[in-house]
Every structure is written in structure tokens, then in C-alpha cells.
């Protein structure tokens, strides 16, 4: 039989062998079986005899001694002269070492680049004092869907025929306010982005925060022209709401509602393949609901939004 002299074995194989030579099978037998060298078998037999089967496992290929590596001081050079914003090319020249040397201490002492020198600014994170303090509303554009050219799928079947009778699918709108304190969520589709739809949602919006026990003071926005109509701010005014506009050009001002129309956009809009823009409607709610009584939030300490209304007292109604 043709024996794989360099036939790698696995934690498995090998206590196959064990397990064979402890039913009576030979050296020799076992070796042919698997396709190794009786050699090899001999070696794991010696190996599970010394140590049991923890000796099986695979193990660090790393040697024992490296004679030839650098020792600590000539690393702790590299690295102060790396710390001096040197270059790994001017660092061998400095030392008279190889390239290569320099690029392996650098990489093993993490500075394999310069950016690693560079502190990293703390991570800002603002957050209310209260519920209602502060909502942010956003609006994303999805496609509409109509169950023949389906948008999520990216099947295009039919499209050329739609654009020849003039009947094109067009777009549908997801209004979202999300409530700085406690990442609450309210979400609306409408047809468009215009100052009256956007209008009804804040409307709309802030009557299902009230109901819930909180009191929206005030809301912010981008600067769409939606938001800057006069039809908008007598909204906010017959209401007392006062209106903070993000700085422009600066999304990640709104970041917490980004961040939701992010997660709607994966785990409902676009998680699975709807049939029709009516069935991804229908899916919204029991997401939704999910959202704000069940999923776990990483900003809430693992806790679902609802779980600061009802710590700070201000839930109304279910959710």
C-alpha cells in the first residue's frame, strides 16, 4: 500500500489510532488504515501514553528557543526610534539591521504602522436627561414593491414592460422619531418626503409619544426643505416643540436616528424578500413593537427601550 510519509493528521485521527491500538489493532495495521507511517502512530501511542488525551490536540509550531531573535533591549531601541515617528526603512538604516527585522519587531510590538501612535479621541456619546427632552426625526427612501420586478431580490423580470406602459414603481417614504433618552421609536410609511407628509408624521409622531407618557419638547432635524416650510414650524409651534436643526453637511448630528433607520433597514425592510410594499407594511408593526419592548439595545445596557420609560415612570399606554 502507498504510504503518505507526510500525511497530516487531526485531533480526530489521532484518537482513532489510539482507539484502534487499544482494540488490538498493530502498528502496521493502523499506519495503513489511516494512510501514515507506523512511525507516526508510534509517536501519538508515545504521546497519549505520557500525557493522555490533552496530548492529541494540535500544538504551537512556535520553536522553543529563537537564538537568532532580537533581545529585549534591541527591540526596546526599535520601538523609542519608531516612537520618534521614524520610518521602518529609516530605523534599518539607523540600526544597520535588515529591513525585514525592523518590520517584524515593529508588527509584533504592534506599531506596524504610524497611525498607531496616534491616540484615538475619546468616544463622545450624548445622551438627555429625561424622555421627550429631545426626539430626532429622519426620512428614508425605499422602493416601492408590486410583486412582479422585486426590488430586495433584484430580479429585474418585467421591468423594460413597466417602463413601456409608463407604470414605473416609484418610492415610498419611512418617517422615524426616535427618543434621545430612552431610543423609543415611532415609525410611519407615506408616499412622500414633502413638507405635508413630514408634517403629518411630526403630528402624528408626537401624539404617540404623549400617549405613551412622553412629553416631546423638542425636535430635531436636518435641513430638507420639509423641515424649514412654514407649514412645519407652525406644527411645532401649536404643539410647544422647539426645533434644533443639525449642523449642515454633518448627518452624524441625528446619529441616533441613522443608527435606527439602519437597524429597520436590516432586520425588517430588507431582511427578507416581500412580495408586495402592502406585505413589508404589514411587517413593520410586530418589528417595531419588537424594537421597543423586546430587542436587546447595546446603548441601554442590553435592555429594550421600554425598559427606561417604565424605570423613570413616564410609560403610558402599551406599546
Keep these: 500500500m502507498d504510504v503518505h510519509k507526510n500525511a497530516r493528521t487531526t485531533c480526530h485521527s489521532r484518537m482513532l489510532m489510539i482507539e484502534r491500538l487499544q482494540v488490538g489493532w498493530t502498528v502496521v495495521s493502523v499506519a495503513e488504515a489511516l494512510g501514515v507511517t507506523p512511525k507516526t502512530v508510534r509517536k501519538w501511542r508515545n504521546?497519549?501514553?505520557?500525557?493522555?488525551?490533552?496530548?492529541?490536540?494540535?500544538?504551537?509550531?512556535?520553536?522553543?528557543?529563537?537564538?537568532?531573535?532580537?533581545?529585549?533591549?534591541?527591540?526596546?531601541?526599535?520601538?523609542?526610534?519608531?516612537?520618534?515617528?521614524?520610518?521602518?526603512?529609516?530605523?534599518?538604516?539607523?540600526?544597520?539591521?535588515?529591513?525585514?527585522?525592523?518590520?517584524?519587531v515593529l508588527r509584533r510590538r504592534g506599531l506596524g504602522r504610524?497611525?498607531?501612535?496616534?491616540?484615538?479621541?475619546?468616544?463622545?456619546?450624548?445622551?438627555?436627561?429625561?424622555?421627550?427632552?429631545l426626539v430626532h426625526i429622519d426620512i428614508k427612501k425605499l422602493g416601492r414593491i408590486d410583486g412582479i420586478g422585486h426590488r430586495i431580490t433584484g430580479d429585474r423580470t418585467g421591468q423594460s414592460n413597466r417602463r413601456a406602459i409608463g407604470r414605473g414603481l416609484g418610492w415610498e417614504y419611512l418617517h422615524v422619531a426616535v427618543d434621545d433618552r430612552?431610543?423609543?421609536?415611532?415609525?410611519?410609511?407615506?408616499?412622500?418626503?414633502?413638507?405635508q407628509d413630514a408634517t403629518a408624521f411630526l403630528n402624528s409622531s408626537l401624539a404617540w409619544f404623549n400617549s405613551h407618557g412622553v412629553v416631546v419638547e423638542r425636535v430635531m432635524t436636518d435641513n430638507g426643505s420639509a423641515y424649514k416650510s412654514k407649514v412645519f414650524a407652525a406644527a411645532l409651534k401649536a404643539n410647544n416643540v422647539t426645533h434644533k436643526r443639525t449642523r449642515p453637511y454633518t448627518p452624524r448630528t441625528n446619529g441616533k436616528a441613522e443608527r435606527f433607520i439602519q437597524s429597520s433597514i436590516r432586520e425588517w425592510a430588507y431582511a427578507r424578500a416581500f412580495q408586495t410594499s402592502a406585505d413589508r407594511q404589514a411587517a413593520m408593526h410586530p418589528w417595531l413593537h419588537n424594537y421597543n419592548t423586546s430587542r436587546p439595545h447595546a446603548a441601554l445596557g442590553g435592555k429594550p427601550p421600554i425598559f427606561r420609560l417604565t424605570r423613570d415612570n413616564v410609560l403610558g399606554s402599551d406599546i
Design 114 to 133: 504610524l497611525t498607531a501612535l496616534d491616540p484615538r479621541p475619546p468616544l463622545i456619546r450624548y445622551e438627555r436627561e429625561r424622555p421627550g427632552e
Design 182 to 195: 430612552s431610543r423609543l421609536a415611532y415609525t410611519q410609511l407615506l408616499p412622500s418626503e414633502r413638507k
Design 47 to 104: 504521546r497519549f501514553a505520557a500525557t493522555g488525551a490533552g496530548g492529541l490536540a494540535d500544538h504551537s509550531s512556535r520553536p522553543h528557543r529563537s537564538p537568532s531573535r532580537l533581545d529585549g533591549q534591541a527591540e526596546a531601541e526599535i520601538e523609542a526610534l519608531r516612537r520618534d515617528r521614524m520610518s521602518g526603512p529609516a530605523i534599518a538604516r539607523s540600526l544597520a539591521r535588515p529591513l525585514s527585522t525592523i518590520g517584524v
